[in-house]
Every structure is written in C-alpha cells, then in structure tokens.
C-alpha cells in the first residue's frame, strides 16, 4: 500500500511538470521568449485585459493561506476543491474526476468559452497550485487558459491593487464534449509500472535531490511514513530548476529550459 501511495505522489508531480511544460512547448509560437507562450501572462498584460469581457481572473489559494487580498476582479476557487481523501485505502489528494470538476467549474460561474487566468502566491506555492488548475483545465480540454507569472507577489510588485472581497458568479454549466476530455493524460501507477523501460515514457521526478534519492521523507494520509526513494529509471529535476532565482521564481527563459530539459 505504501509502494502505491509513494507511486501516485509521484506520478502527480510528473503531471504538473509535464502537462504545464509541454503545453508551453507544443503549440504555436506567439511570443519570442515561448513556443506557446500564450499560457504564460505578466502582471503587465493582466492590467491591460482585466476588463476583457469573457476574462475571468481565479485565486486558487486555500483558505488557510489567503489573505483576504485579491486582484480585482478575481473570484475564489480553492485549488483543493478538485481533490479528495480516500479514508478507505488511506490515500491522500486524489483528483476528483473529470465530471466533478466540469460541476466545480461550472459552480464557480465558469463557462466552457471563457478566458482563465489563475493565480496563486508564487512566494508560498512556487506557482504548483495554480498550475495543478491548469492541468485540470488541460483535462477537460478547454482552451483558453493562462497561468499569472510569479502570481499575486507579482502583481502587487508590478503596482496592481488588491482588493478584500472576490467577485461573484452566477452557477452555469460547465459541460465538456466528451471526445474533447483529454484521458490519456490521467494515469495511475498501473500504467506507470507497465511502462518502466520503455524510450517512448520518462518518468521526471519533480521533487528535491534529498527526496529524489530517499535521504528525506514524506507521510501519508494517517501520518504514516511513505517508502523512501524514487520510481525505478525516473530523472530528477527539481521544479524550483525552472526559476530564474529562488527570490523571484520568474520562469526562466526558453533557450535555458530548452537546456534544463534536454535530453
């Protein structure tokens, strides 16, 4: 059960790297510095298009780590409202599934056309929880949707104001065409296990060097201590790598992820 547990923390890391960094690399280029550099948005550009119709601004901060300061405009999506505790296998932080999801979005006042801009405290989060919302997003299929860099720490240095109460949306519905939801991008440690060896899969190990080869630990959903180590054949590349520097965390350019990646 351990094993398992250790297989799907994991594999979840793989998902948020992979998912943010090849959507980034996958599509047309719109911008010098990205190949699909219309997913990732500046302070700059947000005061520019906050008023967009169709633009909707989300904080996807718990409630243990906000703050009560917004951008303006934004509504409150918690990042952990697509996820879930399975008491019966004792697993931890299982994405809720792609129909729960569509209903959370559509609770929210999303709809299928609108533009998402998500944002968490890069400070805090390193940029992980509202790129956990872009995967999810990712998922479901839906195709405009943009990750604030270095996030409300970034806003508030570029001289935006933060306001103390989020915006409000009617429920709609959110409904994804079912040949649109992208299921391949979701797999277990069944999946991963099969395909150990294999040159078309590399497992990438998001997490710190000290994790990656078993000198420190995490615990599961009792407080009991996960297996030590990492998932046989995976490459560790620390997600913090991808910064320019660990006071920022501004994303570094593409010639130096090109580089960071290769390989």
């Known amino acids: 059960m351990k094993d398992g547990k250790t297989v799907r923390y994991t594999v979840i ?10 959507s980034l690399a996958s599509a047309q280029k719109e911008t010098p510095d990205y190949p699909n550099g219309q997913f990732l948005v500046t302070a700059e550009w947000l005061k ?9 601004i989300v904080d996807v901060r718990t409630d243990k780590y906000f703050n009560n300061n917004l951008i303006p405009g934004a509504i409150r999506l918690p ?7 399975d008491l019966s296998t004792s697993t931890a932080e299982l994405f809720a599934g792609p129909t729960e999801a569509q209903k959370i979005l559509g ?12 944002y968490d405290s890069v400070e805090r989060d390193g940029g992980a929880t509202a790129s956990y919302v872009f995967w999810v997003l990712d998922i479901l299929g839906h195709e405009d949707m943009k990750i604030l860099e ?34 391949r991008k979701l797999v ?12 078309y899969y ?5 997490r710190s060097h000290e994790e990656y080869v078993g000198q420190k630990g995490s615990k599961g959903l009792t407080g009991n201590p996960l297996k030590l180590g990492h998932i046989p054949t ?5 997600y913090e790598d991808n910064w320019v520097d660990e006071k920022t965390k501004k994303i570094k350019p593409y010639p130096e992820l090109q580089k960071l990646y290769q390989g």
């Open 79 to 85: 990042w952990s409202a697509f996820r879930y505790d």
């Open 150 to 183: 270095r996030g409300v720490d970034g806003w508030q240095d570029a001289g935006g104001d933060l306001v103390p109460e989020p915006r409000s949306l009617d429920p709609i519905l959110y409904q994804a065409p079912t040949a649109e939801i992208r299921t």
């Open 48 to 56: 520019q298009h906050q008023n967009d119709d169709g633009l909707v």
């Open 107 to 118: 609770q929210h006042g999303i709809s299928r056309t609108d533009t998402i801009v998500l």
């Open 234 to 238: 995976a490459v560790n590349i620390n």
């Open 13 to 22: 890391a793989i998902l948020l790297v992979l998912g943010a960094y090849w």
């Open 202 to 206: 590399q497992i990438i190990d998001v």
């Open 188 to 199: 277990n440690g069944d999946f991963i296990f099969k395909r150990l060896g294999d040159p």
